[in-house]
């Protein structure tokens, strides 16, 4: 029973469509996170929502906008997909602020052509 | 944001062999944790530190907070193939954000 799961694992599209990545965690969390990887590994944080509700929101181009439905989903809809949005995309989840440690899913591959 | 370096970048070993990896920053942080990222996975959580001078075993992986909750270490006692992986640290601020390193790669070969 996946705890975070996201959905597509993969994702090629063309350069200015928009796609959405969905994000579910049943962990029971209150607090989640979208971090992109780059092609170094690095991970950088791209937003976090406690309870529904804002609270990192990152230098990230407002093409990137988070919904989150209630607390236990976050999606992320991205919109003029650039080449330089091609990526790993994690979602991750953690109970309050993430003191305790958190738990990523496997990640959505994103190549833009 | 606060800035943590990890060292060395990719380390290589034989199995059986000893292993450090160290997590270095300028700043001060309300706890430390490390993750092993195996590939076209997300990185899973190995131990959270939160007290200066803290140290944690997880069989034969020995973890360390620096006394002035700046930097970490972590140690692998006689390398097993299965050890192979992305270890990152990353350091939780009083912003709640969670800033990761670089990270180090390590191989053990069998």
């Known amino acids: 029973d996946t705890a975070v799961s996201q959905t597509p694992k993969y994702l090629v599209t063309q350069m200015g469509n928009d796609k959405s990545i969905k994000c579910e965690q049943n962990l029971g969390h209150d607090t989640m996170y979208w971090y992109k990887q780059d092609s170094k590994k690095f991970l950088k944080i791209m937003f976090s929502y406690n309870n529904k509700e804002l609270i990192i929101n990152e230098t990230v181009p407002n093409r990137f906008s988070p919904k989150s439905p209630d607390k236990a989903h976050l999606n992320l809809h991205i919109n003029s997909l650039e080449l330089g949005d091609s990526a790993v995309y994690f979602c991750?989840?953690?109970?309050?602020?993430?003191?305790?440690?958190?738990?990523f899913g496997s990640g959505t591959r994103l190549t833009v052509v | 944001t606060q800035l943590l370096e990890q060292s060395p970048q990719f380390l290589s070993i034989q199995e059986g062999e000893n292993l450090t990896v160290y997590c270095n920053s300028s700043?001060?942080?309300?706890?430390l944790q490390w993750y092993r990222q195996e590939p076209g996975e997300g990185p899973v959580l190995l131990v959270t530190v939160v007290t200066g001078g803290e140290v944690k075993k997880l069989k034969r992986l020995t973890f360390q907070f620096g006394d002035a909750r700046k930097d970490s270490s972590l140690h692998i006692t006689a390398a097993q193939p299965g050890d192979t992986g992305l270890y990152l640290c990353?350091?939780?601020?009083?912003?709640?954000?969670?800033?990761f390193g670089a990270g180090t790669t390590v191989t053990v070969r069998a």
């Open positions: 700043s001060v942080f309300s706890s």
């Open positions: 990353a350091g939780e601020g009083n912003d709640y954000k969670l800033s």
């Open positions: 991750a989840s953690s109970q309050d602020f993430g003191g305790d440690g958190y738990t």
